[in-house]
């Protein structure tokens, strides 16, 4: 296995892991009352944008190779950090 390899299973794994994350912020959600719904529901949405946004820089990672991978791997990066940092923002918010 090359190191592309490994890093795209590693990310791979992260965003499964934060996708479960995300459905159980969604449940906290649905149990929540009206109030904290439509406060919350917002955030679940920016986090969901983000999730697939993360999803597609997958798939251009997986055809991506050389520089173009390089510069790939560089945003997919940025995107992860925003992801991670919302997941914990949004599980802080959600105790």
């Known amino acids: 296995m090359n190191i592309h390899d490994a890093h795209r299973e590693k990310m791979a794994a992260q965003l ?3 996708n479960a ?3 159980l912020l969604e449940a906290k959600v649905g149990k929540a009352g009206a ?3 439509v406060r919350r ?3 679940l949405v920016r986090l969901r944008a983000t999730q697939s946004a993360a999803a597609e820089k997958m798939k251009e990672l997986e055809k991506a190779t050389g520089e173009a ?3 790939t791997k ?3 990066d940025k995107i992860w ?3 991670k ?10 105790k």
Not at 85 to 94: I, L, P, Q, R, T
């Open 69 to 71: 991978w390089d510069q």
């Open 81 to 83: 950090d925003d992801l």
């Open 21 to 23: 994350q995300i459905n």
């Open 85 to 94: 940092s919302g997941v914990a923002a949004a599980h802080s918010k959600f």
């Open 35 to 37: 109030d904290m719904k």
């Open 74 to 76: 560089e945003t997919a």
């Open 41 to 43: 529901a917002e955030e």
């Open 16 to 18: 499964k892991e934060w």
